[in-house]
């Protein structure tokens, strides 16, 4: 199974902590993150059960971007979405979709979990290359955080089969294929007011696909051509 980490922010219940422990032992995932949690004592360790050991381990940040530097992808959960596709930050993916689709990656991805009561904020959410979310009842879609959680890692545990797929493009490729596609923005002199939005938009997309390194590098072709061109003309048209 692709290295997955578990990262929670400001979690508030130490018994959800070590039910999410418990849950990583469930399905062979070692790595958790806590950003900004409440204290982890007695209660965390009895709800862990064999899990303990990845609670003695467990890394304590005080920022998200601290907590998934090193990943090649990062996932954020949301039980709150949008339908349509005007508000890119809360378009999700349902999770089985997504675990389906990144199965046989090498990459570290990190799945990032949310508040007991607020989950991710707007900037938190941002930071994320794609989202996912777990269909539920439109009256009540809200899961308690280690269930969210125990049923997320399953989704990723069962996906995992014999698998080959085409190298996929590096979290430094796919920053520098961010940089090109503002630049290119920067070209056709895209409104400055519609630019974060867009990027957001871009990163989303990219992150649902998880791109090859051949589509990598044929988009960032297309871009870097696009933007010459706009800026000094085609070379075979000049006299």
Aim: proline share 5%; with cysteine; hydrophobic share 40%.
């Amino acid at each position: 199974m692709p290295e997955v980490r578990i990262v929670v922010v400001g979690a508030k219940f130490e018994g959800n902590v070590g039910a999410i422990a418990r849950s990583m032992a469930n399905f062979d995932l070692k790595e958790l993150y806590l950003v900004n949690p409440c204290e982890i004592g007695d209660d965390a360790y009895r709800r862990s059960k064999h899990g303990s050991s990845i609670l003695d381990d467990v890394h304590i940040v005080t920022s998200l971007e601290e907590a998934v530097k090193d990943c090649f992808l990062v996932v954020g959960t949301s039980g709150v979405t949008t339908k349509g596709d005007r508000n890119y930050t809360r378009v999700p993916v349902p999770v089985r979709e997504f675990a389906q689709h990144r199965r046989g990656y090498p990459e570290r991805i990190a799945v990032v979990f949310g508040r007991e009561d607020i989950g991710l904020l707007q900037d938190e959410l941002n930071m994320c290359d794609v989202l996912i979310t777990i269909p539920s009842s439109d009256e009540y879609p809200i899961l308690n955080l280690s269930h969210a959680a125990n049923i997320v890692m399953y989704e990723f545990f069962q996906a995992e089969t014999e698998y080959r797929r085409p190298e996929p493009a590096d979290r430094d490729e796919k920053e520098r294929m961010f940089d090109f596609f503002a630049d290119l923005m920067d070209a056709i002199e895209y409104p400055q007011t519609r630019r974060d939005m867009t990027k957001v938009m871009f990163r989303r997309m990219m992150g649902r696909s998880v791109p090859t390194k051949y589509e990598y590098n044929t988009i960032m072709g297309v871009f870097g051509d696009a933007a010459k061109i706009i800026r000094h003309g085609k070379p075979w048209e000049k006299k």
